[in-house]
Each structure stands twice: as C-alpha cells, then as structure tokens.
DNA sequence: ATTGAAATATGTTCGTA
DNA sequence: TACGAACATATTTCAAT
C-alpha cells in the first residue's frame, strides 16, 4: 500500500528522471544517469522516493488501437433519470469493454463516457444496445472525435 | 519511422505479453516469459514484431496529479466563430500545460478539450484568462468531473 | 516460431562519504 | 543525497531446429 501524500516537492532532477521515463517508461535507469550525470545507484534511490510518494501511480505500455481497427472515438454525455442509479450503471458502464472513461460530470449530463469504436457501425451498436439498454438511460448526446490534437500527461 | 499496418493479427500469447506490459512496462520481459512457460528470446522476438506492426505506440510512466495538487479535471465544450481558425486556436491550446486532449468534434462545439486543475479558482483562470482569449473562441461549456470511475485502454 | 547459450548491459543493495 | 563496487538479473543476439 502506498503512501500519497497531499502534495509533493521534486525538484530539477527528480523531473528530468521523471519526464525521461513519462516518454519511455523502458529506458534504462543507467541511461538517465548517464545523460544527466549523477550515478544509477542515485537515481535509484529518487525514483524509490518517488514511487512512495504516490507521485508515480504505474507504467504502462501504450497500444495504437487504430492497429487493431479502432478509429472512431466518441464522447457520449448520458441523461440518467434517477440519480440513484448512477452507481449501477456505471456497474454496467465498465462491462463495456469499449468504454474507455467514465466521469460523474457537472451540467446537462449526469456521466461523461469516451469511448473506442471501430466505425461507425459499431458505435452505433455500442449506443443503440449496450448503452441506451442500461437501465436509468433516458437519453445520451453523442460527440465523435473527428481528430485528436493533443493527447498527454500533466506537465513536470 | 515505424510501419503502421491497418490491421494486425494478434495471438493468445501476444496478447498475455502485451497485457502485462500494458499493466506495467517496466515487467521484465524474462519474468513474462517464466509466466507464459516459453523463452525469453521467444517473447523478444514477438515483442520486436508488435512494435515493427505499429500496434506499440511506446510506454510511459503514468503520473498520480493528485500529488502534485491537480485535484480537478474538465471538459470544456469550445465554439469557434470561424472555422478557419480552427488550426490556429489548437496552436495556442497546445501552450496551455493544463489542456491534456484536444478533439476536433461533431456537435454543437468546434473543440472539446480535457483539462486538469489545481482547483475551482484555477479553472476559472484557464477559461478566463487562456481559453477564451484565444482569437475565435467565441464561448465554451464546462463540465467538471466530480469523480473518474473509468480510465483504462482498449482491452485485448 | 522457438530454443539455449553467450556476451553485454542493467537493476539492486550496501557500506561509506 | 550521492557514490562506487559487488552481485544478481535482464536484454540482446545468434546459430540451430
């Protein structure tokens, strides 16, 4: 179990670690340290702080989904017509493998969800049967991203 | 330069390596491959052929903002007056740290952007003071996520 | 596609400054 | 914090199947 703490300080070096490993979480520590010239065993010990920090919460490989034929992203704003709802369909929200997020949202919506799609098509089946059919549904909007401009992580 | 395939054929094992990378990239691949019960050179040589297929778009180290006090995420719906200054205005979105996704979206809006923020009063500065002074951006619609219940990538 | 083995490089710990 | 040294592991390549 990690400690997170409320806010953290790192400073210069801490972030050269961090934004080299943010852009490739495989490049070896002793590369960093070679780049930036202190020693791996340093390095080492910082990103052990780091981590019980809570500041890094993983790593992850990224995959290219349109690779697998997924083009298509959508935002779809959901009107759910009780609030006591909500919980159970989230619930039913996560069984769908093609949503990709899922947020309680301020405004006209009671949930934000994106999702991944391969066309058209099935965007249209991911609406019409899997989210329209979730019980406390009455209504949703739907936004496709026609191209994502900017995609990354909070800047060090 | 990578060669991006339209479609790849991925198989069981594929995609047991992959999701454990996905899961967490700094796994080592021998450890992998103890897992699965085949070599390690095995697992190498699948690795490279992902990566050469495209499907591997790189790996990141995944940073908590919570820690650093970004304790805030939006959406902000942005209309644009003039769709000709559509590429400009994702210029200038692009030099806000704060803004993680720009899509260019069907709907009612030109831009749906995703931000993340310390607070309230540091939102109503992002849409004050940077959002909407760029050239175009005529008015926006916010919805704060009160809670992310999803975040993950397409599932293999 | 997969293997084992060999060579090279990295991860990890620890005593010390 | 940082270092270097020592040890344990992992990566990478390759010839063989």
Not at 76 to 94: C, S, T
Not at 119 to 137: A, P, R, S
């Amino acid at each position: 179990m990690k400690i997170i703490n409320e806010t953290v300080e790192i400073d210069g070096i801490d972030k050269e670690i961090l934004r080299s490993l943010m852009n490739d979480a495989r490049k070896p520590v002793l590369e960093i340290a070679r780049k930036i010239g202190i020693s791996g065993a340093a390095i080492h010990q910082r990103l052990r702080k780091l981590d019980e920090s809570g500041l890094i919460a993983g790593s992850k490989f990224v995959i290219n989904p349109k690779v697998l034929g997924y083009s298509t992203m959508a935002f779809i704003g959901i009107y759910l017509d009780k609030a006591m709802r909500n919980p159970e369909a989230v619930k039913q929200l996560k069984e769908i493998p093609e949503v990709l997020e899922c947020h309680y949202t301020t405004g006209n919506w009671s949930i934000l969800i994106k999702i991944l799609c391969k066309d058209n098509e099935h965007l249209m089946y991911l609406l019409n049967d899997k989210v329209q059919t979730i019980e406390g549904v009455s209504r949703t909007e739907t936004f496709i991203s026609l191209n994502q401009q900017i995609d990354r992580q909070i800047q060090l």
